[in-house]
C-alpha cells in the first residue's frame, strides 16, 4: 500500500507560521499534480492549494497570500508553508498526489491555531 508522510503540524498561534510536508514514495512516478487540502470539524475536506508539474500553482481564495505550496520533484515532496495563520485555518490538512491513472491521499496532520 502506498503511503504519502506528511509531516509538520501542530499548535501555534494566531499570526504564526507553519510549514508542512508531504513526501511520495520514489515507486510513485511521472507525478502531475501534488496538492494540499483540509477538513475541519464538522466540515467538509475542502482543497487549499496545488501544484502543477508545469510550475502553476493554486490557491483556495481563503488562502490566498498567506499560503505557499512549493515542490521538490527530486524528492517526490510538496511542502506547504502557511503564514498569518488563523484559528479558521484550524483543521486536518492532508495531502494529494495524483499521476495520470492514480490518486493517492496521506493520513492527515492537525492544524490547531490558537491562543
Known amino acids: 500500500q502506498v503511503q504519502l508522510v506528511e509531516s509538520g503540524g501542530g499548535l501555534v498561534q494566531p499570526g504564526g507560521s507553519l510549514r508542512l510536508s508531504c513526501a511520495a514514495p520514489r515507486s510513485i512516478i511521472s507525478i502531475n499534480t501534488m496538492a494540499w487540502y483540509r477538513q475541519a470539524p464538522g466540515k467538509q475536506r475542502e482543497f487549499v492549494a496545488s501544484?502543477?508539474?508545469?510550475?502553476?500553482?493554486f490557491y483556495a481564495d481563503s488562502v490566498k497570500g498567506r499560503f505557499t505550496i512549493s515542490r521538490d520533484n527530486a524528492k517526490n515532496t510538496a511542502y506547504l508553508r502557511m503564514d498569518s495563520l488563523k484559528p479558521e485555518d484550524t483543521a486536518v490538512y492532508y495531502c494529494?498526489?495524483?499521476?495520470?491513472?492514480?490518486?493517492?491521499w496521506g493520513q492527515g496532520t492537525q492544524v490547531t491555531v490558537s491562543s
Open positions: 501544484s502543477i508539474s508545469s510550475g502553476s500553482a
Open positions: 494529494n498526489v495524483a499521476t495520470i491513472s492514480e490518486i493517492y
